[in-house]
């Protein structure tokens, strides 16, 4: 079974293999940007 991701919230965002996330559309998010855009949502 499958899931989907948008996102990987990771404080550690340089890690990260652009190569390899960004075709499958998925962004890095560092946790002190996600959490006041999900905030914003509610």
Do not use: N, S
């Amino acid at each position: 079974m499958g899931g989907r991701a948008d996102a990987i919230v990771t404080a550690t965002v340089g890690d990260d293999p652009m190569d390899v996330l960004g075709p499958l559309d998925i962004e890095v998010v560092h946790p002190d940007d996600f959490l006041p855009d999900q905030l914003d949502l509610a």
